[in-house]
């Protein structure tokens, strides 16, 4: 049985990282806590909006209602990256070569890792945004569809249309998909190879009962895990359609308890698996089984991440209720 270190802290939980070694909780407050040879807090933001792992550098980018944007290194050292005065800074990523994306209204920045700042205008609000894997290129969500804009050129960018309001973006880790969360409980994803105006270019994913708010995606990309559903929605993305005509998985299914939070594990196709009432499940994808890593607890699951090792998965919930799982026991 795993053994679980619980945790409490106030309030909403945005982000559960490991930074190196470290265990880092993002607090809505604004407060960031490590444990690192015990419990440290430091306040970042006066109310943190929007939180990310930059995996390269092992540190934490984040978005406040300030109007910064911060990076947080495992040693507890606080850089800011930008400021905007009276601006909610709502959505970041963290891209290569040290690249930052922050958007604000219809507006989205790239601050490259030598302090130049690129800009890319929207017609409409951009709600999401992410790095593709290869290449410095960002995808924005927005109404009616998605960008994605080259950052070092002066070029178009790609429109990928599709109609309703997209909140949400992910690049697929090999670069041939790319997915957007919706407002009206669904999926949409491009083949980015696929001839423009071409049919094979569209992905519906549909049949959620509720919103998409979390996303992950299995080691060499060939799994989206989703939540949104009483059990963890699984597309397959392994044949050169990705899940066109294809039934998903369905994970760690519970009747009338939704699932809130998924994280993928760095080097096996098993999900962590968040639930509406504290309960995490890990399940496989291979053949379903699943391993009970957390009884219920207080609120919904909200953040969770793996260590790099994929033996040591953190925690938190809308409650403040967090915890780290040791599965190596």
Not at 31 to 42: M, S, V
Not at 57 to 66: F, N, Q
Not at 291 to 319: H, N, Y
Request: proline residues 5%; contains cysteine; charged residues 20%.
């Amino acid at each position: 049985m795993p053994t679980v270190a619980p945790l409490d802290l106030d309030g909403h939980v945005v982000a559960a990282v490991f930074l190196g070694e470290t265990p880092v909780f993002a607090s809505a407050s604004g407060e960031i806590h490590r444990l690192d040879h015990g419990q440290k807090t430091q306040a970042a933001h006066d109310g943190l909006l929007t939180a990310v792992k930059d995996i390269p550098s092992e540190t934490l980018v984040t978005g406040g209602e300030d109007g910064r944007v911060m990076r947080l290194a495992a040693d507890g050292s606080l850089t800011e990256l930008a400021c905007v005065p009276r601006k909610w800074i709502a959505k970041v990523a963290a891209g290569p070569q040290g690249a930052v994306a922050y958007a604000y209204g219809k507006t989205a920045h790239v601050r490259l890792a030598d302090g130049t700042v690129k800009e890319f205008s929207e017609e409409r609000t951009i709600e999401g945004i992410d790095f593709a894997p290869k290449g410095l290129r960002i995808g924005l969500a927005r109404y009616n569809g998605a960008s994605l804009h080259w950052v070092a050129t002066t070029g178009q960018p790609v429109d990928l249309e599709w109609k309703g309001a997209h909140n949400g973006i992910t690049f697929s880790p090999d670069n041939r998909f790319v997915v957007t969360s919706m407002q009206e409980n669904a999926l949409h994803g491009w083949k980015l190879e696929g001839k423009p105006g071409g049919d094979n270019r569209h992905m519906r994913m549909t049949g959620y009962p509720a919103k998409v708010k979390s996303l992950s995606w299995s080691v060499k990309g060939k799994w989206l895990a989703s939540s949104g559903a009483p059990a963890a929605i699984v597309w397959p993305f392994q044949g050169k359609d990705g899940p066109m005509g294809k039934a998903p998985l369905e994970l760690g299914t519970r009747a009338n308890i939704m699932v809130t939070c998924v994280a993928c594990h760095p080097a096996e196709e098993i999900v962590a698996i968040g639930y509406q009432d504290g309960m995490i499940l890990a399940a496989r994808m291979a053949d379903s089984k699943e391993v009970l890593l957390r009884r219920p607890g207080k609120g919904a699951i909200t953040a969770m991440s793996w260590s790099r090792d994929g033996k040591r998965l953190v925690f938190g919930s809308e409650a403040g209720d967090c915890g780290l799982v040791d599965i190596s026991a």
